[in-house]
Structure formats: structure tokens, C-alpha cells
């Protein structure tokens, strides 16, 4: 059974930074691609960044130039470094991990791509 546990939300001002982690256990973390997403208050959950097997990545468009995805294989672990935050950017943050083995990803990437969820962390940027 996956686990995916993240860590790293909290309060910022508007131009801070964070970096978001998702320790994840239960399967072999290489072979699967990751993703970030997040839901705010009475918006539909949406893909921030995800990130394949392979280290390819795909952003949401509002996010590019200021968000970064990595994964540390050898450590199961799945990064988001969040810099010069907007309000706009205040959401629950939840990691996911693909269903399907060496998926790619890209502007066609969806939520139902994704089996593993993690309880999700809360990103709140203050103006």
C-alpha cells in the first residue's frame, strides 16, 4: 500500500518562499511519476507540477518560472520549491503518485492519472 506524506506548508508573505516535501513508501518510487496539486477554498483541485519517472516536468501556467519539481529517487522523495508566492497561490497542497508505471506528462495530465494521495499541506501567503 503507497503512503505519501507531505511536509513543509505554512504562512508567508507575498514574495516568500517555501519548499514542500512527500516522503513516499509502499512501491518503487522510480518507476512512477509524481505530481503536486492543490485546491483552494471553493475552487476545483488542480495540477501545479508533476514530474515522470525519468525527471521530465510539466507546469500549470501560473506557476512556471517560480515553481520547481524534483524527486530524490534514493530517497523516495518528491520536492516543491515554491518561490516568490502570490496569495493567489494559498491552497491545501497534496502530493500524488501515478497509477500507471513510466507514465509521461504534460498539458493532458489529469487527477484521475493519479492512485496515491497524501493527507495534503496547507500553503497560506499573506499580502
Known amino acids: 500500500q503507497v503512503q505519501l506524506v507531505e511536509s513543509g506548508g505554512g504562512l508567508v508573505q507575498t514574495g516568500g518562499s517555501l519548499r514542500l516535501s512527500c516522503a513516499a513508501s509502499?512501491?518503487?518510487?522510480?518507476?512512477?511519476?509524481m505530481g503536486w496539486f492543490r485546491q483552494a477554498p471553493g475552487k476545483q483541485r488542480e495540477l501545479v507540477a508533476a514530474?515522470?519517472?525519468?525527471?521530465?516536468?510539466h507546469y500549470t501556467d501560473s506557476v512556471k518560472g517560480r515553481f520547481t519539481i524534483s524527486r530524490d529517487n534514493a530517497k523516495n522523495t518528491v520536492y516543491l520549491q515554491m518561490n516568490s508566492l502570490k496569495p493567489e497561490d494559498t491552497a491545501v497542497y497534496y502530493c500524488?503518485?501515478?497509477?500507471?508505471?513510466?507514465?509521461?506528462?504534460?498539458?493532458?495530465?489529469?487527477?484521475?492519472?493519479?492512485?496515491?494521495w497524501g493527507q495534503g499541506t496547507q500553503v497560506t501567503v499573506s499580502s
Open positions: 500524488a503518485q501515478d497509477r500507471q508505471i513510466w507514465r509521461l506528462v504534460g498539458a493532458g495530465t489529469k487527477s484521475s492519472d493519479f492512485g496515491s
Open positions: 509502499g512501491r518503487t518510487f522510480s518507476n512512477y511519476a
Open positions: 514530474i515522470t519517472s525519468g525527471g521530465w516536468t
